[in-house]
């Protein structure tokens, strides 16, 4: 099946079964492993300077389940310096890494191997980040069909193109180049997609890449270095750096190298700000995709029930950690009542555990801090801002199994009576707290969803396609859902607009962030416009 950004949550519950069966085991024995997760450069699996580590926390339940090295300067200086000689070394080349068809043949083997240890990769992912097993498996299903996807429009992509000029005396090529040296710094809450979604079309275009993942959730992205350096991979264009954010040594020296040829960096909008500083310096171009405050707005002649799954869904996928999480609801005046009960219902029933256990349909927060991040959300919108609380608020989920008690979970939280220019309507929570707000008509529900700085996703709801179209073309966002919310394909550009960044991911749009056209005009030697003759 065609899998979505971590919403291949449909597949065949035969599937899931056999899962259950094949790897309960393992999941247990995975939760007691001590992991010890090292620094990739120039092919190698290394420690950081000093045998620096931190401790990996997992969020199911607040409790170390490894360890994970921390870069220095100098491992940052010596992962920047091995991707630069890699790639100038193939300046003159021609073979190898330089044809198209050895980078389509090794990204489908990274494919091909992701898919054989699909489970292995979801099991690390969810105890790494919280986030329920069946998303994990999506996640992993989505990075699998984006690598293959890479590879099979790459011939088309780097096929040189002729132009016809106006001078027929002359010729004109257009050749598809790497764009270089890429740093890729990517969140924690969708680790592996995010790192794929950078890496994949990196590595399709043949530039040498350094990942640095979120410190939060590292763990994947390490794993995936295995599949690279299986694939074959040519020695220096894949490294994996793991350590502190940008600001501190590990992600700063990234920001700061002059080695560097182009960055992309998913994440908050003040870390964003200072990439796009750093490569000033170097007039370096940048692909940002940062935050949001996506809104949905749903018509009155909307079935209701099934608008429900989508408003569940576009809030409550990843606890809320998503960027374009539809977490401002906006209901037509009529259905406002009806709606809403309907929807306290259905949000209370929603099962909160144990990211590891199969049933489970919302997990963990991230982190501590995180997890204090939107507690305090959720006060400060009660007894600071007035909102009433339809469901969920602050009180720890009731019921959980005493292994993960100890962990990081929030009920779902549905506000309502929400102030316009309250923190909780206007910031990124980006945890499950949902905030609804009512509308009368069509230009004000317009007016409402587009007066934020962000400008990442939204969605409108109606049996009216003409209404949701004219809607669309309103709204001020990089992507709109048309009666749904969330999902991505490989094939589809993602990116935003306003404070929510530039540049896009996946699609051909995808690829194109790595490339340079180089234009070359040619004529037969021995001919000349004799122009001072």
Same mark, same amino acid.
């Not at 699998?144 to 099979?152: E, P, Q, S, V």
């Given at each position: 099946?065609?899998?979505?950004?971590?919403?291949?949550? *449909?597949?065949?519950?035969? +599937?899931?079964?056999? /899962?259950?069966? #094949?790897?309960?085991? =393992?999941?247990?024995? %995975?939760?007691?492993?001590?992991?010890?997760?090292?620094?990739?450069?120039?092919?190698?699996?290394?420690?950081?300077?000093?045998?620096?580590?931190?401790?990996?926390?997992?969020?199911?339940?607040?409790?170390?389940?490894?360890?994970?090295?921390?870069?220095?300067?100098?491992?940052?200086?010596?992962?920047?310096?091995?991707?630069?000689?890699?790639?100038?070394?193939?300046?003159?080349?021609?073979?190898?890494?330089?044809?198209?068809?050895?980078?389509?043949?090794?990204?489908?083997?990274?494919?091909?191997?992701?898919?054989?240890?699909?489970?292995?990769?979801?099991?690390?992912?969810?105890?790494?980040?919280?986030?329920?097993?069946?998303?994990?498996?999506?996640?992993?299903?989505?990075? *699998?069909?984006?690598?293959? +996807?890479?590879?099979? /429009?790459?011939? #088309?992509?780097?096929? =040189?193109?002729?132009? %016809?000029?106006?001078?027929?005396?002359?010729?004109?090529?257009?050749?598809?180049?790497?764009?270089?040296?890429?740093?890729?710094?990517?969140?924690?809450?969708?680790?592996?997609?995010?790192?794929?979604?950078?890496?994949?079309?990196?590595?399709?275009?043949?530039?040498?890449?350094?990942?640095?993942?979120?410190?939060?959730?590292?763990?994947?992205?390490?794993?995936?270095?295995?599949?690279?350096?299986?694939?074959?991979?040519?020695?220096?264009?894949?490294?994996?750096?793991?350590?502190?954010?940008?600001?501190?040594?590990?992600?700063?020296?990234?920001?700061?190298?002059?080695?560097?040829?182009?960055?992309?960096?998913?994440?908050?909008?003040?870390?964003?700000?200072?990439?796009?500083?750093?490569?000033?310096?170097?007039?370096?171009?940048?692909?940002?995709?940062?935050?949001?405050?996506?809104?949905?707005?749903?018509?009155?002649?909307?079935?209701?029930?099934?608008?429900?799954?989508?408003?569940?869904?576009?809030?409550?996928?990843?606890?809320?950690?998503?960027?374009?999480?539809?977490?401002?609801?906006?209901?037509?005046?009529?259905?406002?009542?009806?709606?809403?009960?309907?929807?306290?219902?259905?949000?209370?029933?929603?099962?909160?555990?144990?990211?590891?256990?199969?049933?489970?349909?919302?997990?963990?927060?991230?982190?501590?801090?995180?997890?204090?991040?939107?507690?305090?959300?959720?006060?400060?919108?009660?007894?600071?801002?007035?909102?009433?609380?339809?469901?969920?608020?602050?009180?720890?989920?009731?019921?959980?199994?005493?292994?993960?008690?100890?962990?990081?979970?929030?009920?779902?939280?549905?506000?309502?009576?929400?102030?316009?220019?309250?923190?909780?309507?206007?910031?990124?929570?980006?945890?499950?707290?949902?905030?609804?707000?009512?509308?009368?008509?069509?230009?004000?529900?317009?007016?409402?969803?587009?007066?934020?700085?962000?400008?990442?996703?939204?969605?409108?709801?109606?049996?009216?396609?003409?209404?949701?179209?004219?809607?669309?073309?309103?709204?001020?966002?990089?992507?709109?859902?048309?009666?749904?919310?969330?999902?991505?394909?490989?094939?589809?550009?993602?990116?935003?607009?306003?404070?929510?960044?530039?540049?896009?991911?996946?699609?051909?749009?995808?690829?194109?962030?790595?490339?340079?056209?180089?234009?070359?005009?040619?004529?037969?030697?021995?001919?000349?416009?004799?122009?001072?003759?």
């Amino acid at each position: 099946t065609q899998s979505t950004w971590g919403f291949s949550l *449909r597949t065949n519950f035969c +599937y899931h079964l056999i /899962i259950v069966r #094949s790897f309960s085991r =393992t999941m247990t024995a %995975a939760t007691k492993k001590d992991y010890n997760f090292k620094l990739f450069i120039n092919n190698e699996f290394v420690d950081g300077e000093g045998g620096n580590k931190a401790e990996i926390i997992a969020p199911r339940n607040g409790k170390p389940f490894g360890s994970i090295a921390v870069a220095s300067a100098n491992d940052v200086e010596r992962a920047i310096k091995s991707a630069r000689t890699a790639f100038d070394a193939l300046t003159f080349e021609t073979t190898g890494w330089k044809d198209v068809s050895v980078r389509k043949n090794a990204l489908k083997s990274i494919a091909a191997e992701l898919d054989a240890r699909l489970e292995e990769f979801a099991q690390l992912e969810s105890l790494d980040c919280g986030k329920p097993i069946k998303e994990s498996r999506a996640d992993m299903q989505f990075c *699998r069909d984006y690598l293959n +996807y890479n590879a099979d /429009i790459l011939e #088309s992509t780097f096929k =040189t193109k002729n132009v %016809a000029l106006t001078d027929e005396n002359f010729q004109c090529n257009l050749l598809r180049e790497p764009v270089g040296v890429v740093g890729c710094i990517t969140p924690w809450n969708f680790p592996l997609v995010q790192a794929v979604s950078k890496v994949a079309p990196a590595l399709a275009a043949g530039c040498a890449i350094i990942l640095k993942p979120s410190p939060l959730a590292s763990t994947t992205c390490v794993l995936f270095a295995e599949l690279v350096k299986n694939a074959g991979v040519p020695s220096g264009f894949f490294q994996v750096i793991t350590g502190g954010p940008p600001g501190e040594a590990t992600g700063q020296y990234i920001l700061d190298s002059p080695l560097l040829d182009k960055l992309s960096f998913t994440g908050s909008g003040p870390t964003g700000k200072k990439c796009l500083t750093a490569g000033s310096e170097y007039l370096r171009p940048t692909t940002l995709e940062l935050g949001g405050k996506s809104a949905m707005i749903v018509f009155e002649d909307v079935d209701i029930d099934m608008t429900i799954d989508w408003v569940l869904l576009g809030i409550f996928l990843c606890s809320g950690q998503v960027c374009c999480a539809t977490s401002r609801v906006l209901l037509h005046e009529s259905i406002y009542d009806t709606f809403i009960e309907k929807l306290k219902v259905r949000a209370s029933s929603v099962r909160v555990g144990d990211p590891l256990d199969e049933n489970t349909q919302m997990g963990a927060i991230v982190s501590q801090a995180q997890f204090d991040k939107v507690k305090k959300f959720i006060s400060n919108a009660v007894n600071v801002s007035g909102c009433k609380v339809l469901t969920g608020g602050e009180a720890f989920p009731e019921n959980l199994p005493s292994e993960v008690s100890t962990g990081y979970y929030v009920k779902p939280t549905i506000l309502t009576d929400v102030p316009s220019q309250s923190e909780v309507w206007t910031q990124e929570v980006f945890g499950p707290v949902l905030c609804v707000g009512k509308f009368s008509d069509e230009r004000e529900a317009v007016r409402i969803a587009n007066s934020t700085h962000y400008g990442l996703g939204n969605a409108v709801m109606s049996k009216n396609l003409e209404r949701c179209r004219r809607v669309s073309s309103a709204l001020r966002s990089g992507v709109v859902w048309e009666n749904a919310s969330q999902p991505l394909f490989p094939q589809s550009p993602f990116g935003g607009q306003q404070k929510s960044g530039f540049g896009r991911e996946l699609g051909e749009a995808g690829i194109e962030e790595y490339i340079h056209t180089k234009t070359v005009i040619t004529t037969n030697h021995g001919y000349s416009w004799n122009w001072y003759a």
